[in-house]
């Protein structure tokens, strides 16, 4: 009797999963949901929890990362309903009105939660507060976002000369500036606005690129005053400013259906829809990459749902071709680029990705990780300072492979797996749960249904 596809067991504190593919391959086909937006779950949670009144939220992603976010709100005072219902609603303090906790506030694995959460923090006067996360989190760079809220007059103390969590604040009134951002960055971006939500003045970022719009966009539904000047990257935020509770329906992370896009594009006899997709233009830097690999993918049924554009995402396999991705394009697809590795691998010529020694400081070193992980599977990665050569046309062999903790590199990994010979065995595959609860769930329906 043929093993299972995907086998899934428990070894506290870790799972693994193994990968077996059948010898005569596997279409993927058919039609798949995924979880909500996790940038757009994060701002609404935020700015739900500081704003006047009530904020009813639909299709709130349910991954860790959240939790970490409304855990450290409702520590604040806010009022946040059971994250299993359909509607989320959040009952706001007011802006301004976060109240110092009586314990230490943990963003878990989140850096978006600890660095957006720092803005607001700081210009709290005459609150102290303290914030830490997980190792992973204690190990991630913080001085972009410490730098420009120093800027500001912010008062915080922190490892290694104030770059590293855990932190502590003491809330200060901040006085607006002008910050020109040394990189593309939303959370850096976020981070500064948020404080100058409290600020009299205009506080502007500007940026060498554009970085993803959800704040600039959920600020102003939230009833800040704006100005985005799009030919010179640059943002305002007037303050002092005023947040009432809205309604957002958030619609389906478009870093999550990456994954489906490239395991459909990859396997011959895929043709899948994945529904609901968020495809806000900063955001779309994956499809421009696989389009110029010659992917067959087309938008369909293309709406507005509260403010930000969606589609349904249909993908049929086709044989790939090489390209080179750098520049502005890889702010819109940072944290595409390693299930983006895995469709190079399927390519024909050599992919090469420059421009990303952002990806060094992420979850994990995702450049190292992918390039060791896919060459223990039989790929022909070339390592450079700030990107990747990938070789298509590689066989890849079945082994034994690790996440390193990262949700990314365990899903992306997953992906390569179902085009091996052979059994792979991923371990650390919990990790998965930070972004997307649900993906082996949704793996697993979509090889049983074949």
């Known amino acids: 009797m043929p093993l299972p596809l995907l086998q899934l067991t428990d070894s506290p504190p870790h799972q693994t999963l193994t990968v077996t593919p059948p010898p005569d391959g596997l279409a993927l086909t058919g039609r798949l949901k995924i979880p909500g937006d996790k940038s757009i779950s994060h701002r609404a949670l935020m700015l739900g929890a500081i704003a006047t009144g009530e904020t009813r939220i639909q299709g709130l992603l349910l991954g860790e ?165 799009l030919d010179a990257r640059s943002v305002t935020l007037h303050g002092p400013a005023t947040l009432t509770g809205q309604t957002v329906v958030v619609p389906g992370d478009i870093s999550s259906a990456a994954f489906w896009l490239v395991a459909a594009a990859i396997t011959p006899g895929s043709d899948l829809v994945v529904e609901n997709v968020g495809i806000n233009p900063t955001r779309t830097g994956v499809l421009e990459a696989l389009q110029a690999m010659e992917a067959d993918i087309t938008l369909e049924n293309e709406r507005m749902v509260t403010g930000e554009p969606v589609a349904d995402l249909r993908v049929r396999h086709s044989q790939l071709k090489a390209a080179t991705f750098s520049g502005d394009l890889i702010p819109r697809m940072i944290d595409e680029i390693p299930i983006l590795a895995v469709a190079a691998l399927h390519a024909q010529g050599t992919t090469v990705i420059k421009d990303a020694a952002e990806l060094r400081v992420k979850e994990s070193d995702r450049l190292a990780v992918m390039a060791s992980q896919l060459t223990a599977m039989g790929a022909q990665i070339t390592e450079h300072p700030d990107g990747l050569d990938i070789q298509g046309g590689a066989t890849l062999t079945g082994t034994r492979v690790d996440s390193y903790t990262d949700h990314r590199i365990a899903m992306s990994l997953a992906i390569a797996a179902l085009r091996a010979a052979g059994p792979t065995t991923l371990h650390r595959a919990e990790a998965a749960s930070v972004s997307y609860p649900s993906f082996w769930d949704n793996l697993t329906c979509l090889c049983e249904s074949k």
């Open 65 to 229: 990362d959240p939790r970490s976010t409304a855990a450290c709100f409702q520590a604040m005072g806010a009022t946040i309903s059971d994250l299993e219902q359909e509607w989320v609603t959040v009952q706001g303090c007011g802006l301004g009105n976060l109240q110092e906790p009586d314990h230490v506030l943990d963003a878990g694995n989140s850096g978006t939660t600890l660095r957006l959460m720092l803005g607001l923090l700081a210009a709290h006067r005459d609150r102290f507060f303290t914030v830490t996360g997980d190792a992973s989190l204690r190990s991630r760079p913080m001085g972009r976002v410490i730098n420009p809220l120093t800027e500001m007059g912010a008062t915080l103390w922190g490892r290694r000369h104030n770059t590293l969590a855990p932190l502590a604040i003491q809330g200060q009134v901040l006085k607006p500036i002008h910050y020109q951002s040394p990189m593309a960055s939303a959370q850096v971006k976020s981070c500064v606005l948020l404080a100058g939500l409290l600020t009299e003045g205009d506080t502007t970022v500007t940026e060498p690129s554009r970085s993803r719009d959800h704040s600039e966009r959920m600020l102003a539904a939230f009833g800040a005053n704006l100005t985005v000047d």
